[in-house]
């Protein structure tokens, strides 16, 4: 098995996220998966950080792709 620090994200206009370990789980929990991005966590946070902490990491990844394409 390959080693995987990434998860699945919705992003909310509310600017909340949703998050998921695979595409699969999301989608049987409902997602439409073409709402879903794939955001690569850093390692360190992967194994250690709070659920909170990957959550901002990921809210302000998408902000900052969003942001980007404007």
Known sequence: ???NNALYAVRF???????YIDEDYAIERGVD???LT??????????SGTIQEIREYV???????????A
């Open 33 to 35: 998966p073409a709402t």
């Open 1 to 3: 098995m390959t080693d």
């Open 13 to 19: 206009s509310d600017g909340s996220v949703s998050l």
């Open 38 to 47: 794939r955001v690569e966590i850093p390692r360190d946070l992967f194994v």
């Open 59 to 69: 809210a302000v990844y998408l902000e900052s792709r969003l942001s980007g394409n």
